[in-house]
């Protein structure tokens, strides 16, 4: 998986937001297959247009790695930047992680709609909320 300078290099040379939009299309096809089996209630994040999921397992050196999907390509590839930002830390690097400011860097928000970007923060607090 791709680590946050990646992400970085990969939207730093992006100009406007129909390349940046691409690419959150081709990193949403880099999630792993997130299984049916995992698409409960209690994955599932509310809050977002779009259904997500987020599962994640601790690590045994404190460490999470995290999982997910959705059913909207967009909300997919913002799902796989927040994946990709907070796999591998400790719950306390993770809640030490300033999401929003990261993905302005990437020069993401800015052209979100209101709901999407209420959904994005509902995926940064149930990411931030692991222990």
Not at 11 to 35: A, C, D, G, M, V
Request: hydrophobic fraction near 35%; glycine fraction near 4%.
């Amino acid at each position: 998986m791709l680590s946050q300078q990646t992400l970085l290099e990969l939207f730093s040379p992006l100009h406007n937001w129909q390349e940046r939009y691409r690419q959150l299309i081709i990193l949403s096809k880099q999630l792993p297959t997130f299984p049916d089996r995992q698409k409960t209630d209690e994955n599932q994040v509310n809050g977002c247009e779009n259904r997500v999921w987020l599962s994640y397992q601790k690590q045994v050196d404190n460490t999470f790695i995290f999982q997910g999907d959705s059913e909207g390509r967009i909300v997919k590839g913002l799902l796989a930047i927040l994946i990709i930002i907070a796999n591998n830390k400790t719950a306390k690097q993770i809640r030490s992680i300033n999401f929003q400011a990261i993905l302005s860097q990437l020069k993401i928000t800015n052209e979100l709609s209101k709901s999407r970007m209420q959904g994005l923060t509902k995926l940064i607090e149930r990411i931030q909320s692991v222990s």
